[in-house]
């Protein structure tokens, strides 16, 4: 995956502070705040504090705070320098690599 299939996957998001989460039911889309609790608690090797959960479409985006300790908007990805990803993202992929994935029970 090349930088331009990466924003594009990420919905123009920094890749070097965002993941995001796939499989939502369309019709939790606006339900994300309340899960939002629950997805911190799954990943507790970040502080919850530097964490903005948001949905679009079936995508659950989780946006870390950059270096700087700011949350970057969407279009901001051309400000980041290569090799810098921010280390809850490489902590969110090694944990995604390891165990299974997280499941969290929809509200009807």
């Not at 609790?37 to 995508?59: L, Q, V």
């Not at 700087?68 to 051309?78: L, T, V």
Request: proline share 5%.
């Amino acid at each position: 995956m090349d930088e331009k299939d990466a924003l594009k996957t990420l919905g123009g998001y920094d890749p070097m502070n965002t993941v995001y989460l796939k499989g939502l039911p369309t019709s939790q889309v606006d339900m994300v705040p309340l899960y939002a609790n629950e997805i911190k608690r799954y990943m507790n090797f970040c502080n919850p504090n530097e964490m903005k959960i948001h949905a679009d479409g079936s995508k659950v985006f989780i946006q870390f705070k950059d270096m700087s300790g700011k949350m970057k908007s969407s279009n901001s990805h051309m400000e980041y320098i290569p090799g810098k990803v921010n280390i809850a993202v490489f902590k969110s992929i090694k944990v995604r690599m390891i165990s299974n994935a997280l499941t969290i029970k929809c509200y009807r």
